[in-house]
């Protein structure tokens, strides 16, 4: 499932570049005047010319990175998992529009807060999550500015004296950050805090806006990080690895790809031989001017958006010009940001403390309940699965923790730990492989059938029990692997029969060949082919016995053959036996 | 005479008398009729539900009734109808009281002579000797007229910064503005929320004090409105001995702010002030000059902090919700425009658009510290002044030094406006512009006592001119909390004629 998400992932970005103007092939091949061209020399020279972009690409990236520094800092924006609005009584459970809506997130005159406690538990998850002091008192601000969308004119946050600060997240190379940031980098949370959202309008040009106000004010946190991050590809790592650890801790649901979560960043770039630069973020100072970009809606874009307005930056301060403090935007497959507004029509919110709110105090003794009961971390999940007890691999821990919000590693833990009483009779050694094991069948058997039939996860589809009975019958060599994944595949379709009924009823348990019997089956697929023969014996091109494996495989009796046997006999017929 | 026959005569009243102290009157038949019927039943058995049962009481037009409408005096409200009932609204028709009617106010509370409003200016029922209308105060002229005018019981205004009181001392009525955070704001139309009080407006201090008990409850709705234990420590704190004897067994300590002797005084408030004084004197009270340092800063800290709140509250009056439109689309046509640019132009009145303005520079980035946060430290230094000068130590304070010194006093004694009240025409004559800050002083005695939250009452009284008798209003401001001394005090002067 998740390797072929990944491809799906490619083939989809793939898609898309051809559109891109700066990518777009030679015109030679889209104009109707030219001769055809075969389409199998089209689509080989339309991938060289993709690597060999790709390849001047990385290769200006690190010119200018060695000449340039870029500087990132991220601001998310993600909708807590709570039915509770952050200051109506009212839910947000419902999709009829305007249906959960209270008088006062309308703004209606007269109307009050009323602070939601239930919204104050996932955004104390997240700021824990995050490494965040927990303010012992914080308090709410109005930030003003009209919008149809903001009903009351002023949003309400915590602009002052926000309610968790000086967090910081780590990042792995497994996290995907850029290899010039080593093995680790730690980017400091300036802070988190709460915050309402606003009503979700749609525009009907020229005439009609629709306003639906079953968002407005739910709650929202904003993580902001410090300006630390130095590489787009890094910036992308730690949206992806901020995202994960607040939906792992249970703060928040929806992720981006269903704008749960907004992200923002401000790129700023200096020659690294001159002198400090003149501006200071949220207390970093020799930084060059910064610009913002509002909206990121996926890590690619994230990472797509740094590198073009770096490279803006970058193209602007070399021809002699000077970059503005300007909010930017991006689309999708574009390879430019573009302005927005300027620092002259910069909106001044105006932040006033809500007369109407009490400070909010939050106790030790909350956080120490909270603290007790948040789920592992991912990172701390990583490292048990790749450690000593389950020996998976980076690449196969990571998607395990990831996919279908932890319920793939829960159902890897529940076959994990069938199996090991189902292998309680064997050794050390023998139960330690089966986490990899383990690992393997759940995420890409499993997953493949899953992807082949474009369902969704569901550990009732293949219980956990029935996996671990197969692996287990596998390990002891009482069936082959193409047995193994073919009684997967009709328990996947719905067989409901106990793994044992299957081997027996479908007479799958491997009865072995005789000595005599192989024998007898390797001669008869070196009949076929004699030549062959000749040039492994003389040659000694044993690559090709792997055709004559093949060929007995398929002419012997089904879920017999067993492959290391069969080559095993093949050896000693044709190069005589082993010495 | 029965409760029907005087709510009757109070309605016929709001017909008979134009002061446009109503905006919308009560209608001469309703239900209320039956309301009030049943009313007089249970008086005659003996069972009222309450001292207002079957009583008409008007309702500033900021505070939201179900049943009529809310316009807060604004072209953007001229239409509007609440769907909801104020916390106070509703409290007072459990308690058997019916709404009089919806009383004409300065737009959105903002003005001290209730000629702000939408609906036209609001008519003194005193006119001057020769005849002229007179201001009414504001900006809840409309309740303290229909108060004086007879065309209900009593009133329910709110006071921001007097707008009780300073109405009440202009008509000659009792205005009384509770201890912040005692009676529930929901459904009161912000204009300054932390300012913002419910009043209350009538005949008598009695009256008063009969609606404040109804009202004087915790209300979850409100996030400001007092919790039960916070209520509970202003009474234990009450319970002091010391305090307990007040009016008792020892006659009062009286304060008089040397700082509140103002050059904009005019004689015969100083006299109604100097005779007010001298009558407590003989009954046995001790007079103490005190001092109030920082009362001079407390009028521009008010307008720099009202507006303030008042350009975040009134963002959201936008015609899209509810509330009129401006005719036409909005917006300039342009893809990127408000939606709302000329509904707010041309919803709003002037005095609006000022302190709209006013407070969003005041908010804006380049004046914040120098307007806004300076204007809360000096808030915060006008309610030291007073608890440095009460007997009582504020309730609510968290580190109370509970050292009394030997000039401490109970209640402080001082006029509710500088001068008496301004010709309406004066005010709307056209030909003689005057500067939006002379209207301004004339809240200069009510102000502190809003900055603090203190509880603080007018209560009228008459002195002998140099032709004829003249009514002022003296106010009598108490420490957070001690409502009920304030109210006291206020009926010992209340009505008198000093000589």
């Not at chain 2, 201890?179 to 300054?192: D, E, N």
Request: with cysteine; aromatic share 6%.
């Amino acid at each position: 499932m998740l390797r072929s998400c990944l491809r799906r992932g490619t083939l989809r970005t793939l898609s898309v570049r051809p559109l891109n103007p700066a990518l777009s092939f030679p015109r030679a091949y889209s104009t109707p005047t030219q001769e055809r061209v075969p389409l199998r020399k089209q689509l080989k020279q339309e991938a060289k010319f993709l690597r060999s972009h790709k390849k001047q690409r990385k290769e200006d990236e690190e010119a200018s990175r060695q000449e340039w520094e870029l500087t990132v800092g991220v601001e998310i924006h993600a909708q807590l998992d709570t039915e509770a609005k952050l200051f109506s009584p009212a839910t947000s459970t419902s999709d009829i529009p305007n249906s959960n809506v209270a008088l006062f997130d309308l703004a209606f005159p007269g109307t009050q807060p009323e602070f939601q406690i239930a919204t104050l538990l996932p955004a104390l998850r997240a700021a824990i999550a995050l490494n965040c002091e927990i303010q012992p008192v914080s308090r709410f601000d109005r930030k003003h500015y009209f919008y149809q969308d903001q009903p009351s004119g002023y949003q309400i946050t915590q602009y002052y004296e926000p309610f968790a600060r000086n967090g910081y997240v780590d990042l792995y190379a497994y996290d995907g950050i850029a290899p010039e940031d080593g093995d680790r980098v730690r980017i400091d949370i300036k802070q988190l805090q709460l915050e309402q959202d606003t009503a979700k309008s749609q525009e009907y040009p020229p005439t009609t806006q629709l306003l639906d106000f079953n968002r407005v004010s739910h709650p929202l946190i904003e993580i902001i990080t410090m300006p630390q991050i130095h590489t787009p590809a890094t910036a992308a790592a730690c949206v992806r690895k901020l995202q994960s650890i607040v939906q792992s801790c249970g703060a928040v649901t929806t992720g981006m790809e269903l704008g749960g979560l907004r992200v923002d960043v401000n790129v700023s770039v200096r020659r690294r031989d001159a002198a400090a630069g003149q501006h200071h973020y949220n207390g970093i100072s020799g930084l060059g001017q910064r610009t913002e970009i509002k909206n990121l809606s996926s890590f690619k874009a994230v990472e797509d958006a740094i590198i073009a307005e770096k490279n803006r930056q970058i193209g602007v301060l070399e021809s002699g010009g000077v970059i503005e403090g300007e909010t930017r935007g991006w689309t999708i497959g574009s390879t430019e940001t573009r302005r927005l507004r300027g620092k002259e029509g910069d909106v001044d919110y105006r932040y006033m403390p809500d007369p109407d709110i009490p400070p909010l105090i939050i106790g030790q003794d909350l956080l120490a309940n909270l603290n007790s009961t948040l789920p592992t971390s991912p990172d701390s999940l990583i490292t048990l699965l790749v450690g000593a007890e389950h020996r998976l691999s980076i690449d196969d821990a990571k998607p395990l923790i990831e996919l279908d919000d932890g319920a793939r590693l829960e159902y890897y833990h529940d076959v994990v730990e069938a199996l090991h009483t189902l292998q309680a009779d064997q050794d050390t050694a023998t139960r330690a492989s089966l986490g990899r094991s383990v690992g393997n069948w759940v995420l890409h058997e499993l997953g493949g059938l899953l992807t082949k039939s474009d369902r969704a996860w569901d550990a009732e589809i293949v219980p956990a029990q029935s996996l671990a009975h197969l692996i287990d019958e596998l390990q002891r060599k009482r069936i082959t692997g193409p047995t193994a994944k073919l009684v997967l595949a009709t328990i996947f379709d719905g067989d409901r029969r106990p793994v044992s009924q299957i081997l027996e009823e479908e007479n799958l348990l491997l009865r072995p060949l005789s000595r005599e019997e192989y024998v007898a089956l390797a001669q008869s697929v070196m009949a076929l082919n004699p030549q062959m023969i000749e040039q492994i014996r003389s040659k000694n091109q044993l690559g090709k016995l792997g055709w004559f494996v093949g060929q007995m495989m398929r002419t012997g009796e089904k879920g017999r053959v067993e492959a290391p046997k069969a080559e095993e006999i093949l050896k000693e017929l044709i190069l005589g036996p082993a010495v | 005479m029965s409760l029907l026959r005087e709510a009757e005569r109070c309605v016929a009243n709001q017909y008979s008398h134009n002061f446009n102290a109503f905006i919308t009157p009560l209608a001469r038949a309703g239900q209320w009729l039956d309301r009030v019927r049943e009313a007089d039943e249970r008086q005659e058995q003996g069972t009222p539900k309450s001292a207002v049962d079957g009583r008409l009481i008007s309702v500033k037009d900021n505070i939201c009734t179900r049943d009529l409408p809310t316009t807060c005096a604004s072209g953007i409200l001229e239409k509007y109808t609440s769907p909801f009932n104020a916390t106070v609204v509703d409290r007072l028709e459990a308690a058997g009281a019916v709404v009089a009617g919806k009383t004409n106010l300065d737009e959105f509370g903002m003005g001290s002579n209730s000629i702000n409003s939408r609906f036209g200016p609001v008519k003194n029922p005193r006119r001057d000797a020769s005849g002229e209308f007179l201001s009414a105060g504001g900006s809840s002229g409309g309740s303290a007229a229909s108060v004086a005018a007879d065309q209900c019981y009593a009133s329910l205004g709110t006071d921001t910064g007097g707008s009780v009181r300073l109405p009440a001392a202009y008509t000659g009525t009792v205005g009384f503005k509770p201890s912040y955070g005692l009676i529930s704001r929901w459904g009161v139309v912000a204009y300054a929320n932390s300012l913002d009080t419910v009043g209350i407006l009538g005949k008598s201090t009695a009256n008063v004090r009969d609606i404040f008990d109804i009202l004087n409850e915790h209300d979850h709705r409100d996030p400001t409105s007092l919790s039960v234990f916070s209520r509970e420590r202003i009474q234990h704190s009450l319970h002091n001995p010391q305090l307990t004897s007040r009016l008792k067994s020892t006659p009062l300590r009286i304060g008089v702010p040397v700082e509140y002797n103002v050059s904009e005084m005019t004689s015969s408030v100083r006299r109604a002030w100097a005779h007010s004084l001298a009558h407590l004197k003989k009954q046995g009270h001790t007079i103490h000059s005190i001092s109030l340092p920082d009362t001079k800063h407390a009028l521009s800290t008010y307008y720099v902090l009202g507006p303030a709140e008042a350009s975040s509250n009134l963002a959201k009056y936008d015609g899209v919700r509810y509330g009129t439109r401006a005719e036409g689309p909005d917006g300039d046509g342009r893809p990127d425009g408000y939606l709302y640019a000329n509904t707010r132009g041309e919803g709003f009145g002037q005095e609006v658009k000022r302190r709209i303005t006013l407070g969003t520079f005041s908010l804006s980035a380049n004046a914040i510290d120098n307007y806004f946060i300076q204007a809360q430290r000096v808030r915060r230094l006008v309610q030291k002044d007073f608890d440095a000068v009460f007997t009582a130590k504020h309730p609510l304070a968290a580190h109370g030094t509970g050292i009394t010194k030997d000039n401490d006093v109970d209640v402080i004694i001082c006029p509710t406006a500088p001068s008496s009240p301004p010709r309406l025409s004066d005010l709307m004559d056209k030909s003689k512009p005057k500067s939006p800050l002379e209207g301004y002083v004339t809240d200069v005695y009510t102000v502190p006592a809003s900055l603090a939250g203190l509880p603080a009452i007018s209560v009228p009284v008459t002195v002998s001119g140099e032709q004829e008798a003249e009514l002022a209003g003296i106010q009598v401001i108490g420490q957070y909390g001690d409502d009920h001394l304030v109210m006291k005090v206020g009926e010992m002067l209340e009505g008198k004629h000093l000589d």
